[in-house]
C-alpha cells in the first residue's frame, strides 16, 4: 500500500520536477542537464511574444475574476433567500456546472457565440447609424472573459454559499433589531463576514483563468495567452525557455492556491 | 437618562392608531400565527404596562418565541394587531421598531470589538449621532454591566457570562420601549443564572425599561417577573403576578407549572358562590373554594400546596392515615412523600420543627395529614 502510494506520487510530481529542473539548464536542449544557469528566465521574460501573452493572459484573468467574484456573491446572496425543491435545483445545477468538462464548455461557448455573432452582426451592419464602417462582434479577448466568467462564476457561489450557511441567522437579525436597514445589514454584517470566501474565490477564479487552455482554444480568437503561447511553442520542439515560462506559471499558480487556502481556513476560524 | 421618547427616531413611524389601550407600552390584540398547519401563537390579547417585567412561561414548543417575534417584527402575524406605544406597528419591519432583543445565542458581531458590537445600534440612526455622544453612552453602558475595561477586547475572548452582559448592554444603550428577552439565560450555567438573575432584575429597576422575558423556567420567572404571562399550544391560560399565579391559579395546569402541587380528583356536588363541594375518590367530600365557575356535576380537581400539608404522628379526626414513602431532608424543610390508600401519593413540605419528633419517622412508618380548607382550591381539569 505504501509502495503504492509513492508510486503515485512520483508519477505525479517527476514529469513536473523535471520541467522545473530542466527550466534551469544552461545548454539547449530540454531534455538534457548541461549545466545550471537562470538564463532561459531572462530570454523568457525578454520575449515580447512571451510578455504580450502574460499581458493578455493577465487582463484576462484580473476582469474575469473580478466579474466573478462580484455576479457569484450576489447570486449567492439571492439564493440564500430561496428554500425548498427551487433551492435544490440551484443547488444541483451549480454543482454540475463546475463539473463540465472544459472542453464541453469550450466548444458549447464557441458555437453559441457564433451562432449570435452570426445574428446580431448583419443587424449591426444595417442599421449602424453614419457613414463608419459598422463593428462586427468577433472572438477575442470579450468572448474569452465572457467564457471564463461563466465558468468560475459557479466556483465563487458555492465558496460564498458555503461561508453564508456557516454564518448565524441570528446575526442578520440581530442587525435589523439593532435599526440598520437590509442594505446596512448586508454592507456591515455579511459582506465583512463572508470577505474571505469572496477574495478565495477570487483567487481561484484568477488561478483558473491564468492557467486554462481548452477554453480559450476555443473562445479566444486570434488572441493568445500565455497557455496558448506554451501550447503552439511546443509544436516548434520544447525548449528550456518553454519550461521556464511553464515553472513561473505553476508557481504563481501555486502560491494563489495556498493564499486562497489560508484565506478561507482563516475566515472559518473566525 | 434622557426619555426614550425624546432620543429616539424612525423614519416611516405611524399614526396614532384609533382605540389603544391607555397607557399600554405594547399591545398584541387578537394575534394569531400560524406556519402552514401548525398554529404557533392563537388569539392573544395582551397589554404591556410601561416599566413592567413581564414573562412568557410555557413549555417547549408553545409559542413563546413566536410571540415575542411578533413583537420584535421578525414575524408577522397571520392574524390580528401588534401595537407599540398606541401605533399599530404591523406594516414596520424589524428595523424599523423601537424595540431591542436579547437573543438566546447572543448573536453578537464576531467581526466587531465589544465596543463596536455596542455601538452598533446608535450607529444606524438617522440623523446620525455626533461621534462623541455613542462613545459616551458606550462607556456608560459598559459601566453599568460592569465590562468598563474590556470596551476593545474581541467577541471570542469573552467568557460566555461576560458576552450574555454584551448582549445585553447592546440592546439597552439604545433605551428601547421594550426590551425582548428570548431566555438569555438558558445558555449559562446554574450559579451564573442566579447571578445574572439578579443582575437583570437590579438593571430592570434601574433603567426603567419594560422587560418582555421569555422562559420556561418557572423559578425563573417567578422570581423575576412583575406578572406572567402563563402559555399553553399558544394560548394564553392565565396573566397575574408570581403571586396570584401561586395562590389563586385558575386552572390545574396552571398550579401545576407554576410551584408544585398535590391533585385530587373528583367531582363537584355543589356550588355555593365561591366554594364548592367536591367528592374525592377516598368517598369523603370537601369543601374549598372555586378558583373559576364550574358547573355542578363536572369532574375537576382538588389543589394543595405541600407546604399547606400539616403532618403529625398522632391520629386526630380530621386527618388522613398514610404511609411514609420518601424523606428529603432540605435543611430548613423536610419533602416527604407519603402514601394514602385511596388518593395516592402525597407531596407534604414539613417546615423544621423544635421537638423534631417527626424526624423518627420511617419509611412504611404510619403517619396523620391534614389540610385547612382555606388552604385548598378546586380547579378546572384542564
Ligand atoms: N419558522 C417556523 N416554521 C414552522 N413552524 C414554526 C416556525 N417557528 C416556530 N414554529 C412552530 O411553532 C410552534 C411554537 O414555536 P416557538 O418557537 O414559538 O416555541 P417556544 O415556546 O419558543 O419553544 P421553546 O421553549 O422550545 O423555544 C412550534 O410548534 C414550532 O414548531
Ligand atoms: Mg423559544
Redesign the interface.
Known sequence: MRIYAVCVYVFLYTPIAIIALFSFSAGRSASQLEGLSVQWYGRALNNPFVMDALGNSLFVAFVSATLASVLGTLAAVGLQGIRGPARALFDALIYIAVMIPGIVIGIATLIALVTVFGVVNPWLEAFWPGSAPAPTLRMGMGSLIAAHTMFTLALVIIIVRARLAGL?G??T??????????L??FR??TL??IAPAILAGFLLSFTFSFDDFIIAFFVAGSETTLPIYIFSSIRRGITPEVNAIGTMVMGASLIMLVVAQLILRRGQK? | MTKVAETFS?DGYPRESAKAVPGAVAELRGVSKSYGDVQAVRHFDLAIAPGEFLSFLGPSGCGKTTALRML???EAPSAGTVLIDGKDVSGL????RP???V?Q?Y?????LTVGQNIA??LK??RPKLPLAGINDKVQRVLETVRLADFKDRRI?EMSGGQQQRVALA?AIV?EPKLLLLDEPLAALDRKLRKEMQIELQDLQRQLGITFVLVTHDQEEALSLSDRICVMRAGEIVQVGTPRELYDQPKSRYVADFVGTSNFFDGKIIAVNGGTGQISLSDGRSYRAFLSDAIPVGETACVSVRPEQIRMSDTQSSEALEVTIQNRIFLGEHTEYLVRHARLGNIAVMAPRQSDGRLDTLQKGDTAWVHWNPEAALILRND
Not at chain 2, 448573536?107 to 467581526?111: E, G, R, S, W
Open positions: 448565524e441570528a446575526l437579525e440581530a442587525s435589523a433589531d439593532l435599526y440598520a436597514t437590509p446596512g445589514t456591515q454584517i465583512p463576514l473566525r | 424612525v420584535a417584527g421578525f419591519a424589524a428595523y424599523q424595540v431591542n432583543m437573543f445565542s448573536a453578537l458581531f464576531p467581526h452598533y445600534g444606524q440612526q471570542w447592546r439604545n
